[in-house]
């Protein structure tokens, strides 16, 4: 199974710090995380694995975009700052609507991400 993560500038360490909290999860299930480049990073200064590809606004959402499009990505998780102005939100909303094309779960904030963690 794998999981792409994604989390604009201010949600970062929030994700992060999701990501430890079910580190249990993600190694019993054998989950192989990707993400963007900047959240990668962030996570992998964490001392977690992850393939990393480019920063969001630097074509980072399209080529997640493009593993969801193979069947390659299970969920998405994307934790959105819904009050910050993105310059690539075009690139977001491109992403949010694969998930509803392609089927793919899509957790935008930390409740919603624990319940789809809770069902795996």
């Known amino acids: 199974m794998t999981i792409a993560i994604i989390a604009h500038d201010g949600k970062k360490a929030e994700m992060v710090g999701f990501i430890k ?4 999860i993600l190694k019993d299930q054998k989950i192989s995380l990707i993400a963007t ?3 990668g990073s962030h ?3 964490a001392g977690l694995e992850v393939e990393k590809f480019k920063s969001g ?3 980072g959402d399209a ?3 493009s593993r969801m ?11 959105r700052d819904p009050l910050g102005k993105h ?5 977001v ?5 694969l998930c509803d094309v392609q089927n793919i779960p899509l957790a935008t904030n930390p409740a919603a991400a624990q319940l789809f963690f809770k069902a795996l």
């Open 21 to 24: 909290d079910h580190l249990d």
């Open 37 to 39: 480049g900047t959240t």
């Open 43 to 45: 996570v992998e200064k």
């Open 57 to 59: 606004p630097h074509g």
């Open 63 to 65: 080529q997640i975009a």
């Open 69 to 79: 499009v193979e069947g390659r990505v299970d969920m998405v998780i994307f934790f």
């Open 87 to 91: 310059p690539h939100e075009v690139d």
């Open 93 to 97: 909303n491109m992403l949010m609507r």
